[in-house]
């Protein structure tokens, strides 16, 4: 049996591209479950799911009962438009990103006030436990206990803005890239339950994993800057860096596979409706 599922993550229904992603992936990893906007068919290894993307968090709530049925160590959760280094598989995935038995990863996590120039940072300012319609009290740490578990990632509730602003949150969060991350058989549950409770409490996603990631975690969560994997981030931000990457492999995903930088993790995006397969 494996010891590790791969997990491919849709934010949009695109069914054309699933026997592209089975087939590429599966000579690499024999467990593979796919996790799709309102999908109504009939394949046994996609998970319907039905949140909003930006709350994608959420379908790791509703497709729990799948994953934890799995007889794995740990589940990786990749997006679909996400190219993740071609020489990671099912044997050797735990040496490559540097993790034991215990141990979860994510691409980079930071203090949210470390973060004041990203787009959903006044967003998340904004976020509180208790609100109309929902009732979460007792099921996520307290503010307090998560204060205190969350102590090693530099955390804070109260700052200073570079304006001068104060700002008090009502609750310490953590962000980060969060189309690349593993987690263990042990913290899968409970990770998915904080998941469904920040989805419903309308966090943004990259703040909700980071966040629940690290408040179920035995050990710090892992990486790519604190293990030291020699791997980085191909994460593309523009239209012209996606631009000037497509045309460098001449817009064919083999060739890209077959050449893939060898410094990188992943990369992403990488829109399969714009490369030749």
């Known amino acids: 049996m494996p010891k590790v599922a791969l997990v491919v993550i849709f934010n949009h229904r695109?069914?054309?591209?699933?026997?592209?992603?089975?087939?590429?992936?599966?000579?690499?990893?024999s467990l593979i479950r796919f996790m799709v906007p309102f999908y109504d068919g009939n394949d046994n290894d996609i998970i319907p799911v039905y949140h909003n993307s930006r709350l994608f968090q959420g379908y790791?709530?509703?497709?729990?009962?799948?994953?934890?049925?799995?007889?794995?160590?740990?589940?990786?959760?990749?997006?679909?438009?996400?190219?993740?280094?071609?020489?990671?598989?099912?044997?050797?995935?735990c040496d490559i990103l540097k993790i034991g038995e215990y141990d979860n990863f994510i691409s980079d996590i930071c203090?949210?006030?470390?973060?004041?120039?990203?787009?959903h940072y006044t967003g998340a300012l904004n976020f509180k436990l208790k609100q109309i319609g929902i009732e979460v009290d007792g099921i996520l740490?307290?503010?307090i206990e998560a204060l205190a578990k969350l102590k090693d990632y530099r955390v804070k509730l109260?700052?200073?803005?570079?304006?001068?602003?104060?700002v008090n949150l009502l609750y310490p969060l953590l962000c980060g890239y969060s189309d690349f991350f593993v987690i263990n058989k042990v913290n899968l549950t409970l990770f998915c339950r904080y998941c469904g409770v920040l989805a419903g409490l309308g966090l943004f996603v990259e703040v909700a994993i980071p966040t629940a990631l690290s408040l179920v975690s035995l050990f710090n969560v892992k990486t790519i800057s604190n293990s030291g994997l020699g791997l980085y981030s191909g994460a593309i931000w523009t239209s012209d860096e996606i631009q000037l990457f497509h045309e460098k492999y001449e817009g064919n995903f083999y060739n890209l596979v077959q050449n893939f930088p060898v410094n990188k993790l992943y990369v992403h995006p990488i829109k399969l409706s714009k490369w030749s397969i």
């Open 111 to 119: 203090p949210l006030h470390e973060n004041q120039k990203w787009t």
């Open 158 to 166: 109260s700052w200073k803005e570079s304006s001068g602003r104060d």
């Open 14 to 29: 695109y069914d054309k591209n699933i026997p592209v992603l089975r087939e590429y992936l599966s000579s690499r990893f």
């Open 60 to 93: 790791l709530a509703t497709s729990h009962p799948v994953l934890n049925h799995l007889n794995v160590d740990h589940y990786i959760f990749v997006a679909d438009d996400m190219v993740m280094n071609p020489l990671i598989n099912e044997d050797n995935y």
């Open 141 to 143: 740490p307290s503010a």
